[in-house]
């Protein structure tokens, strides 16, 4: 394989002494594996040495929502292509007919009520790769991390195992749609390969899953490619809950023979804040950065102050989801601006209404009460439906909102019925001034001069990777504001 080492060293945007070490080392025939703190700019780093590089260039965002922003990034760079590897996974298949619902379909035909369980062992059996990925987990392993019970009592179900693999081995052998999991798989079942005659970027290492390292090391490179990958398994690891694994990040770096590099001067926070993230480590400020400031605020008074206009340029984190969720929700439905990055925000609050939302026989207005009595049925069997309250909530206030804006009819949009509550998440979502509301997880590479953290009652972590994975979103969402970061009390 031929490289061309580029004459000039010239790189077309300014890196630091740290950050040219690596690019060095990649011009100069090698491959790298940088460990790049919060802040100390390991995409800038990915980004000068792609633009600099003498020859092809394979760019691989770890999110797909990435995707984009990178490809206009590289616009004038011809010789660098950017995808992710669900899509290039998808390509090698040459299949674009894909059906996320098909395990679902697939159990349910075979097995009826006991679908549902069988699916979401299903589901994830694939994120832990059973039967195809190194160090991939058993079925009864996987069963354990994720509280599956391998026996269904109440269907009278003998074995969800023995279901398990049947379901698996069918959807695997319907190569005429795949999931989001069989972009991964397919290709290296059916040993489709495009090696990369270049450079290999990686990027967010730490939250690959042992599917995507195995569809990389089988699929898109050899042995001898020459990749630069960037990460930080110590520090921002947020995938672990769909099977990534960190420690992915050193067997990667071992597989291609890597020299390490480390960046950890944070380009972007104040001193104060880097010295109160959790797991610092050796990630320090700029010599010339401003002290900054690290507080607590009552969150009644921030809420009165973004009522009144305030905080339009900041962001308000939180661990999970409802909360954030709760708060925004209500406080469009007042009239305030919000820019809500939540993710998925129409599924999330509507799996707990869709049994009713379509029922011809329900106005707007019932659902809440509906749901409301679905839960207490729940909790008198015993079930902790308290982290459901908060879904309550979001949706009696759109309710309201529906009924005082006469939004009571369902209408169709690309010919499937959007449900009045479906219209008015839309609505009230699409504006893009205010403060913003987003998850620690879907923070991760942005910032703001202020940031609120806003602090969840969420389940205590039990297994190793559960604390590892909370201890990682709270160093991002500390890691996040330029200048403040405020916590919230009551």
Known sequence: ?????????????????????????????????????????????????????????????????????????????????????????????????VNNKKCFQIASNLYGKAGRKVSDLVSK???????????????????????????????????????????????????????????????????????????????????????????????????????????????????????????????????????????????????????????????????DAPEGEVTTQLKCEVIDEIRDGGHALSAMLCETNAPIVTLGIKLLTSGVPVRMRTGRLDSMLLRYAAQHMFNRDLNVGDITLLIQKDLEAAAKEGVDVTEFQDVVLCIAELENWCLANNILKTTYVYKRPQHPLQQAIAILTSGTTGISLMTGHTSKGLEWDTVFHLPAKTREPVAEWEIKQAECVQHVIATRPRLKFVTLVD
């Open 125 to 287: 059996l694939k994120t832990e790769g059973f039967g195809v990925y190194d160090g991939a987990l058993t079925i009864a392993e996987t069963a354990a991390k994720y509280a599956i019970a391998l026996k269904d009592s109440e269907q009278g179900a003998e074995s969800l195992a023995e279901m398990a693999q049947v379901v698996l081995d069918e959807s695997d052998a319907m190569y005429s749609e795949i999931d989001f999991d069989d972009m991964l798989r397919m290709p290296i079942l059916l040993g489709k390969t495009r090696n990369s005659d270049g450079l290999v970027v990686l990027d967010e290492v730490q939250d690959f899953t042992p599917a995507i390292w195995t569809l990389v090391r089988d699929c898109l490179t050899t042995a001898d490619s020459r990749v630069f990958m960037i990460g930080d398994p110590e520090r921002q690891a947020l995938m672990m809950f769909a099977g990534a694994k960190p420690e992915i990040f050193n067997e990667m770096s071992d597989h291609y023979g890597c020299k390490s590099f480390d960046l950890t001067v944070n380009r972007r926070c104040a001193k104060a804040i880097v010295r109160n993230a959790p797991f610092s480590g050796n990630m320090v400020a700029l010599d």
């Open 1 to 97: 394989m031929k490289y061309l080492v580029p004459t000039n060293r010239q790189i077309k945007f300014p890196t630091s002494s740290e950050q040219q070490c690596p690019i060095d080392h990649v011009m100069d025939g090698g491959s790298a594996a940088v460990n790049a703190g919060a802040g100390s700019g390991k995409s800038h780093t990915a980004k000068a040495l792609s633009h600099n590089y003498d020859d092809k260039v394979f760019f691989y965002p770890f999110m797909v929502s990435l995707r984009k922003e990178q490809q206009e990034a590289f616009k004038d760079a011809s010789h660098v292509t950017v995808n992710n590897v669900h899509s290039v996974g998808k390509s090698l298949l040459g299949r674009t007919k």
